[in-house]
């Protein structure tokens, strides 16, 4: 079975603490991987897709980064407005539609 | 704004009663997708739709779900007899290839 796991589930930086983001998946064959921020009760919000061992986004001050069991979101000196959920998705190779989720990490970046 | 939509954004029903929520994609999406969230975790799998063929569909959507999306444009889905394990955010997304675009969700309360 297709297994999507994040950690830590909760993070607290100050204001300017770098930090990342771990994301550990189990799947028979990666399509592809998905970064989405999440804020309160709202839809997520599209950040990046992965597809090969190796590859990198940037975006701001986040880099996602993927090897061929697990992916890291970075981010780099962050803002409080960067307080949100981040949730990781895998797509499965022949299944060109559903992605997997993991149960995200809560950060709350502080002044 | 160009972005996908949903209606209604909220909600409340009776245990027993059914209710149909909407969901209109970006319009040059011809993919489209059901996810079911609950708090503190992250989104589940539902059903997809290419254009108007339904082509998968979870296990999760019991026989007291449907979902239609006819014309391949809008989509519907109606949730039947309705139970208080069906509260939830459900969230519609739309793509034309890997990545998908999420809406801002229904939030369902069955009391």
């Known amino acids: 079975e297709d297994q999507v796991t994040q950690s830590p589930e909760a993070l607290r930086l100050q204001e300017g603490e770098s930090s990342s983001l771990n994301c550990s998946y189990t799947?028979?064959?990666?399509?592809?991987l998905f970064w989405y921020r999440q804020d309160p009760g709202k839809g997520p919000e599209f950040l990046f897709t992965l597809y090969s061992a190796g590859e990198e986004k940037e975006k701001e001050r986040l880099k996602a980064t993927l090897t061929k069991k697990e992916s890291f979101l970075h981010i780099t000196a962050p803002k409080p407005e960067d307080s949100a959920t981040y949730l990781c998705a895998v797509q499965v190779t022949g299944t060109a539609s559903k992605l997997t989720f993991g149960t995200g990490t809560r950060l709350q970046v502080t002044l | 704004d160009t972005g996908v939509s949903q209606d209604p954004r909220h909600k409340i029903t009776k245990r027993g009663q059914n209710v149909t929520f909407r969901c209109d994609p970006i319009s040059e999406h011809n993919r489209l997708y059901w996810y079911r969230q609950t708090l503190g975790q992250g989104p589940e799998f539902l059903t997809y739709f290419q254009n108007e063929a339904q082509l998968e569909k979870s296990r999760l959507l019991s026989d007291r779900f449907s979902a239609e999306r006819p014309k391949g444009s809008f989509s519907t889905l109606e949730i039947q007899r309705t139970e208080q394990g069906d509260s939830a955010m459900y969230l519609c997304?739309?793509?034309?290839?890997?990545?998908?675009?999420f809406g801002p969700g229904t939030r369902l309360t069955v009391l």
């Open positions: 799947v028979s064959g990666l399509r592809g």
């Open positions: 997304a739309s793509g034309r290839a890997d990545t998908q675009y």
